[in-house]
């Protein structure tokens, strides 16, 4: 296989401790005619010399590009978008490590049907030392006609961010979103920037165009313990955000801002969404606990995910009953 019509991005911040293991990883690829771009986001460890010792000794193409301002992830993504001159990109995080044959199997997929405008793959997990652990994201719908199902329905297009998409489909239908989102932080925009984009171009699917992926594990995915602190408000009000726009856009109506779309929310659903996150965030958390053996923790943040949301476990389990 030669002359890859695709550019690998990596969006790069403060990621010292893992860039190079990453970049090892692409070297490793069964293919490599790939243009790499990497989106320095004004990193204030050394992970730019990093890359730059790690190409001296491994000589191969690649560009980097220097952030003059931390502006976050979706700012990143966006630069890509609107930068690389290739028809398809596939995003690697900094921190993650693909398998050998990530790239050649996402881009001989899509390659093998024109209706296809993004492919993803199944990861599994890994902790922040590089020790596999259980689990992974095992989401997305294997074929067209489960796709053209959902999307028909204006259902969310899940999909982990470790996918390979047409740059120009994504474009036409905005790319990743920075606009109608308030100044300063958190960065609403960062939150679930994927599954906006996902959701927004799952609007194609009136076209034949779909959103498929190999159910293989191609990536394995770092989940690091500062995890655990994470709130998961914002990412429960993007979600909600992008549900919202979905709807409309199914009815013929013009999307919310992120801004006009939260002025909308009344006091009693900003705390719904608000427990909504508690419930969320002592799931997740429970799971480290568990993988710790941690009987004690795990039960408590167990009990308290059931009090803030009493379905929220039972839709965990009968999505992986599912998927599985």
């Not at 502006?71 to 990109?89: P, S």
């Not at 171009?201 to 165009?209: A, F, I, N, P």
């Amino acid at each position: 296989m030669s002359n890859l019509d695709l550019t690998v991005a990596i969006c790069m911040y403060n990621a010292e401790r893992y860039i190079e293991e990453t970049l090892r990883c692409l070297m490793e690829q069964t293919v490599q005619d790939f243009y790499l771009m990497i989106v320095n986001d004004c990193s204030t460890d050394r992970c730019v010399q990093v890359v730059e010792r790690f190409f001296e000794k491994n000589p191969r193409q690649y560009e980097i590009v220097n952030f003059e301002v931390n502006q976050g992830l979706c700012a990143g993504r966006r630069y890509v978008e609107e930068n690389a001159t290739t028809k398809y990109i596939l995003f690697v995080d900094a921190d993650d490590c693909p398998y050998p044959n990530l790239v050649e199997t996402l881009y001989d997929k899509i390659t093998s049907d024109e209706d296809l405008m993004a492919v993803g793959c199944y990861l599994e997990y890994m902790d922040s030392k590089g020790k596999k652990m259980r689990g992974g994201i095992f989401l997305g719908e294997k074929t067209k006609e489960g796709f053209y199902e959902k999307a028909e329905q204006g259902k969310l297009i899940f999909m982990q961010p470790t996918a390979i998409y047409d740059r120009e489909v994504a474009l036409s239908v905005g790319g990743h979103n920075m606009d109608g989102f308030p100044e300063g932080k958190p960065r609403y925009r960062d939150y679930c920037e994927d599954l906006d984009l996902w959701v927004r171009m799952s609007d194609l699917y009136v076209e034949g165009k779909a959103i498929v992926i190999v159910p293989k594990v191609l990536c394995r995915y770092r989940k690091h313990e500062q995890a655990m602190s994470a709130n998961s408000e914002g990412m429960v009000l993007r979600m909600r955000h992008i549900k919202t726009n979905v709807r409309r856009r199914r009815r013929g109506e013009r999307d919310l801002t992120f801004v006009e779309f939260y002025d909308s929310l009344s006091v009693d659903e900003l705390q719904q969404l608000k427990r909504d996150a508690v419930a969320a965030d002592s799931l997740r958390n429970a799971v480290f606990y568990l993988y710790k053996w941690n009987v004690v923790m795990f039960v408590w943040l167990i009990l308290k995910s059931v009090w803030n949301k009493p379905s929220y476990i039972w839709d965990k389990v009968r999505c992986n009953l599912r998927i599985f």
